[in-house]
């Protein structure tokens, strides 16, 4: 299964590296999102900015001494001061099961999808759950108990049961 069956697709809102933070949180809060790749002027993506970086930022001590009492300060700090350069992206024929490993294992929210170059989607951790209840509601035929002896306490969700050979001291492969 390709990221484009699940990715947000363009046109999705993007940030450039010289706009202010609170330009991008605004854009964040606008639009219900917690991931903001960041782009140059052609359209490339160079980064991503999150709702944790914004987070961060404000509470990081090197920003609170360059802040001091001036509070407005927060309008001068920059989208480029914040954000995740290193950006992890994939393509949209990328399978679904990679990226899903991919942000696992990196410990992301999401992956910016990008062809040419360009941004034209991301792919959430919220896109991977509405994949995942897709394909187990695909899956699911019925529900119900496996031994009505014991009270309807363990349930089978559908899914084939193995055969008895396939079953060797209680665990099933």
């Known amino acids: 299964m390709p990221v484009r069956e699940w990715m947000k697709r363009a046109p999705i809102t ?3 590296a010289d706009a202010t933070v609170a330009a991008a949180a ?3 809060r606008g639009g219900a999102i917690r991931h903001l790749p ?4 052609a359209g490339r993506l160079v980064g991503i900015v999150t709702d944790r970086d914004l987070r961060q930022a404000l509470f ?3 920003i609170q001494e360059r802040l001091g009492e ?3 300060a927060l309008r001068d700090l920059m989208v480029r001061e914040v954000m995740t350069w290193d950006v992890l992206s ?3 024929d990328t399978d679904v099961r990679e990226a899903t490993r991919l942000m696992r294992e990196r410990k992301i929210g999401a992956l910016v999808v990008v062809e040419a170059g360009v ?3 991301i792919l959430s951790e919220l ?3 509405a994949a995942f209840e897709t394909l187990l509601r695909q899956r699911l035929v019925q529900v119900r108990p496996l031994d009505a002896a014991a009270g309807g306490a363990a349930w089978e969700f559908g899914f084939p049961l193995p055969a008895e050979a396939d079953v060797e001291e209680g665990v099933v492969d």
Request: aromatic fraction near 0%; charge should be negative.
């Open 14 to 16: 993007t940030v450039r």
């Open 90 to 92: 994939v393509r949209p």
């Open 127 to 129: 896109d991977l759950l």
């Open 38 to 41: 960041v782009v140059d002027a």
């Open 70 to 72: 001036r509070a407005d």
């Open 26 to 28: 605004a854009l964040m």
């Open 119 to 121: 941004v034209v989607g």
């Open 60 to 62: 990081d001590p090197a």
